[in-house]
């Protein structure tokens, strides 16, 4: 019979971190968790790890497994080898992990006062199997205590400078390459598609018609600052919402969800984009500095606590978009028109209830009676569909009473022009309410929007309005 295969699990069996998956997952269940996990973290690591084994809620039939290893795993077994989850994750997680795979003879993991890792690791495996009586499989520095007692080293995934240290202290090796980071993963993560909201900072310049140089330059800062603190915040999100998305037959593809980013790196890249933000923001003066410093605790809060409040979300959402417009004009010093506030504001929570909407579509026909992460159930459709349809037709109200008001006539030679943006408007929300009614709708109508023909056209149509009004 061959020796024992002894298995780490954190970026060997598994493409992510136990440590960093039962954070975000304590995080995201109460956001007290990170202030106690320090005060576990006084006491060693693992205790650490083991507050949160106990607090996480983490669904071990949805992590990200990498299935070579699996492979090399089922084969070792196949020819007659017994196998061992050894790691330094708490042994409650590592327990639940064994017990779906079913393909382990043995599981230990850290006990709350021992951290099963690196020279601890190889004293305990010594102890237990004996010198150069197994073969390891691992993927990181902290593997090479281990390997140089191993009968055999597999490594997975090393650098070629750690395959070199892995080659001179073990007798014989082996090495395995099973997927690689992608930098379009890293692009992929900061959600580039989504920055087309942030374009509403440039309305409040184009509402006004004040399109100058200087103008235009201080919204496009506003803009990238925007983008930045936003894929911060969607970053976070991301983390926080692991589980949720695993669930989800798109979401779970998110590199994060999918373990295609170390969520380490996502946790540098949100410090990251969040403080060269906040320094352009700076730069634009304290006013635009205040509205993204509440645009990010209020998103910070949504994805906390408040995505999970029904109403509360869909009004949180239409106050963010509307906030983009609100910064605009903090930028550029341009006021807002109670006009531009009161249509955005209805506007907004319209798409907001959209997204509502196809979700609960969506759960429905995956026989699920909930939204994952979300406080609605499927029989709530209704009432969101109509939320959906009443706030657009008052968006497109509030554009008609426009129209007729003494303010239009300072900035357009022709503002009846503008009843043909209305007509379209009013055809492409009633359009938009009903794909979504259908489940043809993706999860963000303004991505779907920005991709879709008709939708399209409905944009330049209305453009097309606005300007004849403005200039002919």
Known sequence: MREILVVDLDHTLLKSDMLFESFWSA??????????????????????????????????????YDDEVIAY??????????????????????????????????????????????????????????????????????????????????TVNLSSALRAKA???????????????????????????????NALVFLPMLAAHQLDGPTFMVSLLAFVAFCLIASSVYIVNDLLDLGADRAHPRKRERPFAAGSIPIASGMWMAVGLLGIGAVIAVLLGPAFFGVLLGYYILT????????????????????????????GGAATGIPLSVWLLAFSIFFFLSLAAVKR??????????????????????????????????????????????????????????????????????????RTVLLAHRG????????????????????????AFVVAGAVL
């Open 357 to 430: 909407q196809a979700e609960l579509v969506d759960s429905a026909r995956r026989g699920k009676l909930k939204a994952t992460g979300r406080g609605y159930h499927t029989e709530d459709l209704p009432i969101i569909s109509m939320i959906s349809i009443s706030a657009g037709y008052v968006a497109v109200l509030v554009m008609a009473l426009y129209v007729n008001s003494p303010a239009v006539t300072e900035l357009y030679n022709h503002p009846e022009a503008l009843w043909g943006a209305c007509t379209i408007l009013l055809y492409w929300i009633t």
């Open 73 to 154: 795993i089922r084969a070792w077994r196949a020819s007659g080898g017994r196998t061992a989850l050894v790691t330094a994750t708490d042994d409650k997680i590592a327990q639940s992990i064994a017990d779906h795979l079913k393909f382990f003879d043995e599981v230990h993991g850290s006990n709350g006062s021992e951290n099963l890792k690196g020279p601890n690791k190889a004293r305990f495996l010594i102890e237990t199997y004996g010198e150069k009586q197994f073969s390891y499989i691992g993927d990181s520095q902290a593997d090479l205590d281990v390997w140089k007692h191993a009968k055999r080293a597999i």
């Open 27 to 64: 995080f995201s269940r109460n956001w007290r968790s990170p202030f106690r996990s320090m005060l576990a973290l006084s006491e060693g690591k693992a205790a650490l790890k083991h507050y949160l084994a106990d607090v996480a809620q983490i669904d071990v039939t949805m992590l990200p």
């Open 440 to 463: 043809a709708m993706h999860d963000d109508p303004l991505v779907y929007a920005a991709k879709d023909r008709i939708s399209q056209a409905c944009f330049l149509g209305s453009l």
């Open 300 to 327: 910070t809060g949504y994805s906390l606590y408040l995505k999970r409040r029904i109403i509360v979300d869909i009004c949180v959402l239409a106050g963010l978009y509307t906030a983009r417009i609100v910064a």
């Open 167 to 197: 080659s001179s202290v073990a007798d014989e090796v082996e090495h395995l390459t099973t997927h690689t980071s992608r930098p379009i993963a890293y692009f992929m993560a900061v959600r580039p598609h989504q920055w087309l909201k």
